[in-house]
């Protein structure tokens, strides 16, 4: 390429004040060429996993780390090669290949603060890699392994070895073993090496039985596993197993702590601890809430919209915030005061893979109900994608969570952290229940309130949680009272 030079793309901060996230998977290898906006590869935060754009135009020169690799934001990731001279200022040199004896490090990174894609706080420290475990006898054949079965998750391995500050990497072997790409996130997250596993499905794929199977034989391995011997049960991920674990396999499974379960983890610990939590209920009869839910599902109004209750337990707690304003509110503790907020960003837990997430619709409040359910069904839909993005998990005021899908009656939520409030709802289920006089099956649900008890005293508390199951039993209050 005439008059062309490397440029480094950094680890942007994709979140407020991230400070590291790893490297899920490389869209591009070296010799590609790439251009401006084109997404290079997925990464995962402590919120979520996002995209990377590059900024530029050009042929990819080198990956500084293989998938799997955390990496701090600011650090060096990948380095194009492109036309039109010298680099900008701002930009570092490329890499210079260190000698095979010296420990890996990363590119050196100047005094001044470095320009990031999203937010800010870019970290000057260098890289850490996740241990894997090795047995003693063949450890340093199973690191390449680990690196190279990293490589080869998402595809054939590049043509050259990974720059530093990465060491270089073995050549692909001439056939990979056959696994479906789920099955390979698998065996990468369990730190099993795909070439060791014996497939047994159609046409020698490894499923992920093969994978929990390796896993067994590598910690029992003085228990010869006999020849009919059932495989272990496949998991819907990682640490989620789907069905009762096979207890004549492992003993332990070992899944590491990062990402948006390390973030969730600290997040609830901090709010346990920090906000005196108290948790009210109610029953409440929901057939009229049912009855319009169906009615609604056939309003030309709604179609192609996501109509469900949630729909209507969502708009029903902001009419009790509009009538209760001050538990939309948070507290400063720095400095001593109770904020109000004038707007409600609605959250809404979500289960994913990756862990409980709470992305929130914004400016909910404002929103009318057709538009409230199109904002819903955007809402779940991204996050069973995997696609939530950080800032669409900032700023909520009130949350709520609906463990009645699990058939759960109701549950004693925390509160998210920064938030006053959160409801759970659970399960609608006939139940006998006195109405007009006589017992009738009617359809029940147990509502259940939690809310910081330093801003929201126990009138309040029950005046919000009162009003919603007032708008849920008698729905017509939601033009009255709206």
């Known amino acids: 390429m005439t008059n062309a030079s490397v440029r480094e793309f950094k680890m942007p901060d994709v979140g407020e004040g991230l400070t590291e996230a790893e490297i899920l998977k490389w869209y591009v290898q070296p010799g590609d060429t790439v251009t401006d906006g084109q997404v290079v590869c997925e990464v995962e935060t402590a919120k979520a996993a996002v995209e990377l754009p590059i900024p530029y135009d050009g042929v990819v020169r080198s990956l500084h780390f293989p998938e799997g690799t955390t990496v701090d934001v600011g650090t060096s990731i990948i380095a194009v090669e492109v036309a039109g001279g010298a680099a900008p200022a701002q930009q570092e040199a490329p890499a210079v290949p260190a000698p095979a004896a010296e420990p890996e490090k990363p590119a050196e990174q100047p005094p001044a603060r470095q320009p990031v ?3 800010y706080g870019v970290a000057t420290s260098s890289t850490r890699r996740r241990p894997r475990k090795q047995a003693p006898d063949t450890a340093a054949g199973q690191a390449a392994s680990a690196v190279q079965s990293e490589l080869n998750g998402h595809g054939a391995a ?3 070895p990974v720059t530093p500050p990465a060491p270089a990497v073995p050549a692909a072997p001439a056939q990979r073993p056959l696994a479906k ?20 499905g159609p046409d020698g794929v490894i ?6 199977a390796a896993v067994a034989a590598a910690q029992a391995p003085q228990q010869a596993a006999p020849a009919d011997r059932p495989a272990a049960p496949a998991v819907s991920a990682p640490d989620r197993p789907a069905a009762p674990v096979s207890y004549d396999s492992a003993r332990e499974t070992r899944v590491p702590v990062k990402g948006v379960r390390k973030a969730t983890a600290a997040a609830m610990v901090g709010s346990a601890f920090t906000a005196p939590h108290v ?38 707690l902001l009419v009790a915030i509009r009538r209760n304003p001050d538990i939309n509110a948070s507290w400063d503790e720095a400095a001593q005061e109770i904020v109000v907020k004038h707007y409600v960003n609605l959250g809404i837990a979500a289960a994913t893979p990756r862990g409980l997430i709470v ?7 404002a929103k009318t109900l057709p538009e409230l359910a199109a904002s819903l069904g955007e809402l779940v839909s991204t996050a069973r994608e995997g696609k939530t993005s950080p800032s669409a998990m900032q700023g909520g005021t009130v949350t709520i969570t609906n463990v009645g899908v699990f058939g759960v009656d109701t549950g004693t939520p925390l509160l998210n952290p920064g938030e006053s409030a959160i409801l759970a709802v659970g399960a609608i289920k006939p139940q006998p229940w006195v109405h007009k006089g006589k017992v009738k099956p009617r359809q029940v649900t147990t509502l259940a309130l939690s809310f910081d008890h330093r801003l929201v005293d126990g009138e309040l508390g029950s005046k919000v949680l009162a009003d919603v199951a007032a708008v849920l039993e008698q729905p017509k209050r939601l033009i009255t009272w709206a």
């Open 359 to 365: 992305p929130n619709i914004k400016d909910a409040h």
């Open 279 to 316: 948790t009210e209920f109610v029953t409440v009869d929901v057939t009229r809430t049912m009855k319009l839910v169906e009615e609604l599902k056939q309003d030309k109004e709604f179609a192609g919209l996501r109509v469900n209750p949630l729909l209507l337990i969502a708009k029903a």
């Open 181 to 200: 790409p789920p099955v390979r996130k698998l065996a990468k997250d369990l730190g099993v090496d795909l070439a060791t596993v014996t497939p047994t």
């Open 158 to 160: 590049p043509a050259a």
């Open 207 to 212: 499923t992920r039985e093969d994978v929990h």
């Open 117 to 119: 894609l999203v937010g």
